[in-house]
């Protein structure tokens, strides 16, 4: 688990726009990277974002996954 890259995968996924949302956004994006998309969307679930409609929270969080296994590689 990588926080300190997170806010690099949400601010390329361009996963918010306001930035009310983002203490919560963040921790759970970092919370559930390990998670498939389904799940990263309901792992949000607790997180109200009136900008983005959750698809580049999403992304952000599939980044994150992403770069955590070439990590692991
Ligand atoms: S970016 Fe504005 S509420 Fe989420």
Excluded: H
Excluded at 22 to 43: E, F, I, Y
Excluded at 64 to 71: G, Q
């Amino acid at each position: 688990m990588r926080i300190a890259s997170c806010p690099k995968e949400i601010w390329d996924a361009k996963a918010f726009q306001c930035g009310f949302c983002l203490a919560g956004t963040v921790l759970c994006t970092v919370a559930s990277s390990n998670m498939d998309d389904a799940d990263l969307a309901t792992a949000q679930a607790g997180n109200l974002c009136r900008c983005t409609g959750y698809q580049n929270i999403v992304a952000a969080g599939t980044a994150l996954r992403n770069a955590d296994r070439d990590d692991d590689s």
